[in-house]
């Protein structure tokens, strides 16, 4: 699946709305470590299609960020049923991304 550029017209539908459980991947055009992140992201969100995966620019979505106490990028935070449950923050392997929501997906 493609990854869903959220800004707060969207998050709502996207997020707080969705059926099944939506990585939130929270970053900014100039941080250099969700830079890195971002061919992970892309390569999660091509790979599973058992949640799905969207990213918030802090920049253009700043009260997003605050609503979920976003502090440091890159977040990503996994939302199940409307609600975060499990909050990764930092550059990470995909491999430990994926093994850290393993338990929330299940």
Request: aromatic content about 8%; some cysteine.
């Amino acid at each position: 699946m493609a990854v869903t550029e959220l800004d707060t017209s969207n998050f709502d539908q996207f997020v707080l709305q969705a059926e099944k459980p939506v990585l939130v991947d929270f970053w900014a055009v100039w941080c250099g470590p969700c830079r890195t992140m971002g061919p992970i992201i892309e390569d999660i969100a091509a790979e599973r299609d058992d949640f799905a995966v969207c990213k918030c620019n802090v920049d253009i979505a700043g009260p997003i960020a605050q609503r979920y106490g976003i502090a440091s990028i890159p977040t990503l935070m996994l939302f199940k049923g409307g609600k975060p449950v499990h909050s990764i923050i930092g550059a990470q392997p995909k491999a430990n991304i994926l093994a850290e929501l393993a338990p929330h997906l299940a």
